[in-house]
């Protein structure tokens, strides 16, 4: 909650010369009444693999590129802004790196991720397949992921020489939970449990390799939400474990974070859970509890929603996001969700902090400096107290009806920094080819697919 601030905003009252952060200051004129509500937001990490990979010393990419790593630059304009975007929890979505056995990439992604810690902003995470490691492939077999994996594993790395087919992940009985084991559990090393007991939201780890789940309670104008943050492709047993989760909190409105769940459809717009995994997750786990209002997801490159109904006959909100596969992998888009209990909706922004922080005279078509669609900037309506009324009663405070359009603060925030760049109106897209320098391509590939 926040008092009446940034109706009408004057960008050098925005921003301070050394940061992307929101300054307080008499000049700058207190927001419409009629424009505030009780609102919060939640910010959304899509896949960081190649933002990681792009920063370790054996390649420096964008720092010598930009002057500047987008990861860091991220972490560091939502710990700056979190009192001004409302900010109350952060969420990973996995693929922290893109070759787990690359210690360079898990620094990179320590040293961003700090940032947020020191700047008092609590998050979960979770391992994707790539935080797993790849292993060796079994009877011959290979797929989609062993291509990309096979062509970026050395991403401006050394090589590394796996036994086997470089890269390639097997995908055993993912319903029981037997999946292969590394051989270097890096992912536990570098996002322990007890890093995660660092967070004040933090309630408990499912600790077994390669399924690290977690769950946090946050609270956000005068409620409290749980958080389930689980593995790729997580086990029965995790599942289980986190029904007890649920269970033990049966009055908490649930947010379920994992890395995969949705796909694009055949149409390249319509989403849809993905075959195996994720229509077994929605059938047997999300479906099932009533307490689960909104899930996210990455891994399958796009963006979009997915709304469909449990079995108490209510709507679940699915989200999509993953820009890895755009331009610079990503070039620094995140999500800032924002929840308005007023006018009960959830509206996503999705930006780029890092194309705001690129000098100007380098930025090129490609650098998206937020999106203005609805598929990767979206709203969708949810009555919150009827929707939470089988398991608890959420009542919005007027008292809480105090704060202004966060969404609207980020975005001034954005132009303000970087008043070249305009808002993209059309869905993002993916290129015919990873936006990759040649230094990052193994010897012997090529970026094209």
């Known amino acids: 909650m926040r008092s009446k601030i940034l109706g009408s905003v004057v960008c050098s009252a925005l921003l301070t010369i050394a940061t992307f952060s929101l300054v307080p200051a008499q000049s700058v004129a207190h927001a419409d009444s009629a424009q505030l509500a009780s609102r919060f937001t939640m910010g959304v990490f899509p896949d960081t693999q190649y933002a990681s990979a792009g920063s370790i010393p054996a390649s420096h990419h964008f720092m010598n590129r930009y002057g500047s790593e987008p990861y860091k630059v991220q972490t560091q304009w939502l710990a700056d802004n979190k009192k001004a975007f409302g900010l109350k929890f952060v969420v990973h979505l996995g693929d922290v790196v893109n070759n787990s056995v690359n210690e360079g990439q898990w620094k990179a992604a320590d040293a961003a991720m700090s940032i947020l810690e020191k700047g008092g902003v609590p998050y979960s995470v979770l391992p994707g397949n790539h935080d797993m490691g790849p292993i060796p492939v079994v009877g011959g077999s290979v797929n989609k992921l062993a291509e990309e994996v096979g062509r970026y594993a050395d991403y401006g790395a050394s090589k590394v020489n796996y036994p086997g087919t470089i890269g390639v992940e097997t995908k055993p009985s993912v319903f029981s939970g037997s999946k292969a084991t590394k051989e270097l559990p890096f992912y536990s090393k570098w996002f322990s449990a007890e890093r995660a007991q660092k967070n004040p939201t933090f309630r408990e780890r499912f600790n077994e390799l390669n399924n690290e789940s977690e769950y946090h309670i946050f609270s956000a104008e005068g409620h409290s939400f749980l958080v389930l943050a689980l593995a790729y492709q997580a086990s029965d047993r995790v599942l289980r474990w986190a029904q007890k989760v649920l269970d033990a909190h049966p009055t908490l409105p649930a947010i379920l974070t994992t ?23 929605w059938n047997d786990f999300i479906k099932e509890n009533d307490q689960i209002f909104l899930t996210l997801c990455g891994h399958n490159a796009g963006s979009g929603t997915l709304v469909t109904k449990n079995n108490k006959g209510h709507s679940v909100v699915n989200v999509l996001q993953d820009y890895q596969e755009s331009y610079e992998g990503g070039n620094g888009l995140l999500g800032l969700l924002q929840f308005d209990f007023t006018h009960n909706t959830m509206e996503m922004l999705a930006a780029s902090p890092y194309a705001a922080k690129k000098p100007a005279k380098i930025l090129v078509n490609e650098d998206v400096l937020y999106y203005q669609n609805e598929r990767d900037s979206f709203i969708e309506h949810m009555d919150f107290a009827q929707r939470f009324a089988g398991f608890t009663r959420f009542v919005v405070n007027h008292k809480d009806e105090n704060d202004p359009d966060y969404l609207d603060i980020a975005r001034r925030n954005l132009r303000c920094r970087q008043p070249s760049l305009k808002p993209v109106t059309t869905p993002s897209k993916l290129p015919a080819y990873l936006e990759m320098p040649k230094s990052f391509v193994p010897t012997g590939r090529t970026g094209k697919q």
Not at 260 to 277: A, M, S
């Open 259 to 281: 890395h995969e769940i949705l796909v694009k459809g055949g149409d390249k717009r319509d989403i849809q859970f993905t075959k195996g995994y994720g229509e077994h997750l």
